[in-house]
């Protein structure tokens, strides 16, 4: 039940069976919120969050959330984490694990297929639901562009050329994307909600899945990532890469946001042109018919 917003036990309530919910992202699709403001609210004596706990760098993640994680990046003690797992099912006990990363390749680690393809091996024969949240490709790829640039990862490259042939871009991909989750899940247990339906708060599906005794309205989101714009143009402050013992310095006297520096002074980033808009649609209406051939849901 719910109560003053919060989602409680009732007295002799518990899970029949137990399950694992894990959120994979995308980013850039109420990610952050969900963590913040939704998942968390959720535990009690029978339901664990083990994701990321926002403000991301200003919080301290569990174990649980590192091995979890640690098992999905590099593929390793698989079998422990799922022992964990099944410790917990057996108990009757949900587990939320959020984590927008393992949809995110890096150049150190590993890329976001091969993330995937270590869930499902964690996954496998054990009570799961996926849970992806997705955006319009258009705005996501360009929302997913400033947020590179602004990490200074884009490496000066321009908008279009990273969207159409970057493979971290590929996620925005839809039938890219819902190749591999259809391969590495079972089709029954992937979710797929809308973010322009979350931010509206339409979280009674996503709720339920979590919790029977969920009721829309029960948890109102708020936006947590507003950034400065107009009709041309997107402002961000650049990520500034300093040592550690500063970070730690500029920590204290509370300058860090999200666990990073970022100059005092905003850059702007062009939006695409309403040619290159309508080019990237064409180009892309194969991948997002993908999400209307597999579950019904339509970008048009």
Known sequence: MVVDGIVVAVSGEKNLTGKIIVHIGLPKTATTTLQSDF??????????????????????QSNAYFN??????????????????????????????????ITVSST????????????GNILKGLQYDIVVTVRDPIPALFSYYVELHRDNYS?????????????VMEIFHYRKLTEKLVEFFDYNNIHIFKFEDL???????????????????????????RKKKNESFVYVKRKINVPLIVLIFLNKLRLLENGSFYSFKSTKIERPSKEDVQKLKVILSNETLALKEYFGISYE
């Open 155 to 167: 490496h000066g490259e321009e908008f279009m050329d990273r969207a159409l042939s970057d493979e």
């Open 199 to 225: 931010i509206l708060n339409n979280m009674e599906s996503l709720g339920r899945l979590i919790s029977s005794d969920y009721r829309e309205g029960d948890i109102v989101l708020k936006d947590l990532n």
């Open 108 to 119: 150190t680690s590993s890329t976001w297929r091969e993330k995937l393809k270590n869930l």
């Open 68 to 101: 979890f994680y640690r098992a999905v990046d590099t593929g390793l003690r698989v079998g422990e984490v799922r022992k964990e797992l099944e410790l917990k099912i057996a108990q009757g006990k949900t587990v939320i694990f959020s984590e927008e990363m």
């Open 39 to 60: 998942f968390p609210v959720f535990v009690n004596d029978f339901i664990e969050y083990w994701g990321v706990c926002q403000p991301r760098g200003k919080r301290g």
